[in-house]
């Protein structure tokens, strides 16, 4: 029997910022693509190698657990944990050599995209998260106001669209943040982009550095993690917990982080709400480090129990916040227009940015975008929506508890379009949700794993469990058929 145990050298260095048990992975996962270590070759047992690192039993099983989970290694019983005999393509010495053409040193975070933008897909499959009411959104009005616009036969309008965006739609943008967000800004400010990673995109070319380390949520939004590590970005996860970001554990992570990238209204996915008191460290922390905080406040529009809170960004004393919001959301996604509001220090060089980018939105959209808030469409809309997705998201949160009895918990969002379940382990562990939300795909339900959010990958402390959307659902009894579907896909 094969056995790697003297041929591999594990070392660790506990002053890096990533957790031992991360090292431990990345280190295995890096012998394994240089064929130090092949497949079917025995590796170290748990005590042995705790004994040989002088750190806890736990730690190591904490690696191997996640090694397993992203197929890395095998265990069998008695006979000992080995490399897998079928490792996936990049783990290998070819693949490792395919991805370092490409360009791309291997990462621990890139290893675990285990649900990559492809297979979350963009349609409007029942139960996806993060698509508003399709049915519901007032298409004559809107059809309207577009065919008002492109009748208008001005010129002007063919021509280059501003790339900072639609001067009249500014303005507006700026008017309603300061009323509904506490967003005090001045039109100059807000540059209009084509949704949340456009926005990244410029704020990262305005203002980042090659091999900027940034604090991200964990568990945290999975497109912009994606976007922003293929960005070249140095994630360093943050947890989370019913406060929102831990802001303590960034600064004893990464103290000298450039950004950290924060959904303070509405937590992507798990829906808390950062406390003031984590608000006002956060504030402190951007201020001192001289980093700047990236605030996501994609829904917060959306809040069923009292009012929106104000934004980080009204808060923000020494202009450290970059706040990013969406028409996604509030409008529909397909419009493909979002917003950035740039600190005062920054507007000069996202104005260049924007400029060289060549950016810019068809005029079409935005003219019609800020007529649809001139005439107040806009504000009726959210009012609408807001009676709506209550009344849905009641609707799914009962069926769901219902069809799954104690085997999850639903905590009903406070807002948002999205509730999280999580399963309850059962008798053999942690459920396994990658599988099941695989196969409530396969039943054509737009549904994602809660663990694919986690930048780590999985361990003892990831949850387990569901991200449905609710905002689709059209009515109790059909909140009761997705349920029984999801059911039947946790049943395998
Ligand atoms: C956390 C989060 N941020 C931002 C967005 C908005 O993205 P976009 O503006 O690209 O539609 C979404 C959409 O689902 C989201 O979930």
């Known amino acids: 029997m094969p056995s790697a145990d003297h041929a591999l050298k594990i070392a660790i260095d506990r002053h890096e910022a990533a957790p ?3 090292q431990i992975c990345e280190r295995f996962k890096t012998a394994i693509a240089a064929g130090h270590l092949k497949p079917g070759d025995r590796v170290p047992a748990l005590r042995g190698l705790a004994t040989q690192l002088n750190i806890a039993r736990g730690t190591v099983e ?17 006979a000992g944990t080995f490399v897998s005999s079928s490792l996936p393509e990049a783990a290998t010495p070819s693949g490792a050599r395919k991805d370092r053409e490409r360009g791309n040193a291997p990462r ?4 675990t995209r285990a649900e990559p933008a492809a297979e979350i897909g963009h349609d409007a499959k029942p139960l996806r998260p993060g698509l508003p009411a399709l049915d519901a959104f007032p298409r004559k009005v809107w059809s ?7 009748r208008s036969g001005d010129l002007a309008t063919l021509a280059y669209p501003d790339p900072a965006g639609y001067r009249p739609l500014r303005e507006r943008i700026a008017t309603y943040l300061g009323l509904s967000r506490g967003v005090a800004c001045d039109p100059q400010q807000v540059f209009v982009t084509n949704g949340y990673r456009a926005t990244l995109e410029l704020v990262l070319r305005g203002l980042a550095k090659p091999e900027d380390r940034a604090w991200f949520e964990e568990p945290g939004y999975l497109l912009a993690r994606n976007f922003l590590l293929d960005a070249g970005m140095r994630l360093v996860p943050v947890p989370t917990d019913d406060e929102g970001l831990d802001v303590d554990a960034g600064i004893a992570l990464a103290a000298d982080a450039r950004f950290a990238f924060v959904t303070p209204a509405h937590q992507s996915p798990l829906g808390v709400t950062l406390s003031l008191a984590r608000r006002m460290k956060l504030l402190d922390w951007a201020s001192r480090a001289q980093g700047w ?10 809040r069923y129990a009292g009012r929106p809170l104000p934004a980080l960004k009204s808060l923000d004393r020494d202009d450290r916040v970059i706040y990013c919001g969406t028409f996604s959301k509030v409008l529909f996604p397909g419009l493909r227009l979002s917003y950035v509001v740039a600190p005062g220090r920054a507007v000069e060089r996202f104005g260049q940015v924007t400029a060289s980018m060549n950016a810019g939105s068809p005029y079409l959209y935005q003219a019609a975008v800020a007529d649809f808030i001139a005439q107040g469409h806009f504000a009726r809309h959210l009012k609408r929506m807001r009676a709506l997705y209550a009344q849905r998201r009641e609707w799914l949160a009962t069926a769901i508890q219902k069809a799954f009895g104690d085997r999850v918990s639903i905590g009903l969002p406070t807002g948002g379009m999205h509730l999280v379940a999580i399963f309850r382990a059962d008798r053999d562990g942690p459920v396994d949700d990658l599988a099941m939300a695989a196969r409530a795909r396969e039943a054509g339900l737009a549904v994602l794993a809660l663990s694919a959010w986690y930048l780590n990958g999985r361990s003892k402390e990831t949850l387990r469990g569901i991200v449905v959307g609710f905002a689709n659902v059209a009515d109790a009894g059909e909140a009761a058929r997705l349920a029984r579907m999801l059911r039947r896909a946790y049943d395998g």
């Open 108 to 111: 621990t975070a890139r290893a």
């Open 293 to 302: 905080i990236v605030e996501d406040d994609y829904d917060s529009e959306f």
């Open 20 to 22: 031992i048990y991360l």
């Open 62 to 78: 904490t690696a191997y657990t996640i090694l397993v989970d992203e197929g890395y290694l095998q265990m069998r019983g008695a």
């Open 144 to 150: 309207r106001l577009v065919a008002h616009r492109a």
